[in-house]
């Protein structure tokens, strides 16, 4: 089965500075899709970025990149200039291409912003 | 506006009751899902269905039940078998496929009393 990853509960960041969050998962698959969303004090989840695994590129959403570290089994996700209102939870999650009904979601990171 | 409507977003049961959570999507979705989410965790995929009159287990189905009578509508009964139903539950819906978004709605917060 597979298993993603976030080793970080809490991460904070000062106002238009950068901050990474890392994101790790365990497959045996070779095609698969990821995500990053985000989940504000609301609760109402967004999808803020996904990467192809088979695309070398990484995707980049305006402020948001990702880093995708195949081989390693990684993904990160860079904020650059951070706002205020980047200040949620943030989830990594996988889904497999030949099983694509589930998608399996990390603990998540809490991801506060310092004026 | 097109989305996802969840119901009601608190919600109080006595132990031993059944109760049952709404969810409501106007996207025009095959593919809704049931997740509860517990401090300090992620989300955990309760049930899913894929298309109408047919839904699958997801990791922790065991004390839950659900219907896909409507292409719209997915509600979810939490059972009096459910041994730790208090949690915070979402619902989300999407098209089917590996690569595609999928869409939450703002969640129900049940509590037992």
């Known amino acids: 089965a597979q298993t993603v990853t976030q080793s970080q509960p809490e991460m904070s960041v000062q106002e238009a500075e950068t901050v990474t969050l890392s994101c790790t998962y365990d497959t045996s698959e070779s095609d698969y899709y990821l995500f990053w969303y985000k989940q504000p004090p609301s609760r109402q989840m967004i999808l803020v970025i996904r990467?192809?695994?088979?695309?070398?590129q990484n995707a980049t959403e305006n402020r948001f990149s990702v880093n995708f570290q195949k081989a390693a089994k990684s993904f990160s996700l860079k904020i650059s200039d951070s706002q205020l209102g980047d200040a949620a939870m943030y989830f990594c999650?996988?889904?497999?291409?030949?099983?694509?009904?589930?998608?399996?979601f990390g603990d998540g990171t809490t991801l506060t912003v310092k004026p | 506006d097109g989305g996802i409507t969840q119901s009601p977003k608190y919600l109080f049961r006595k132990e031993g009751q059944n109760v049952t959570l709404s969810c409501e999507q106007n996207l025009n979705h095959d593919a809704m899902y049931w997740y509860r989410q517990d401090p300090g965790q992620g989300l955990r995929l309760i049930y899913y269905s894929q298309i109408v009159n047919d839904f699958q287990k997801g990791d922790i189905a065991e004390g839950y039940s659900v219907s896909r009578e409507k292409k719209e509508s997915f509600p979810l009964t939490v059972t009096s078998a459910q041994k730790n139903p208090t949690a915070f539950y979402l619902c989300?819906?999407?098209?089917?496929?590996?690569?595609?978004?999928?869409?939450f709605g703002q969640g129900t917060r049940l509590t037992v009393v």
């Open positions: 990467q192809e695994a088979y695309k070398q």
């Open positions: 999650a996988y889904r497999s291409s030949t099983n694509a009904g589930k998608s399996t």
């Open positions: 989300a819906s999407r098209i089917p496929g590996p690569n595609t978004e999928a869409f």
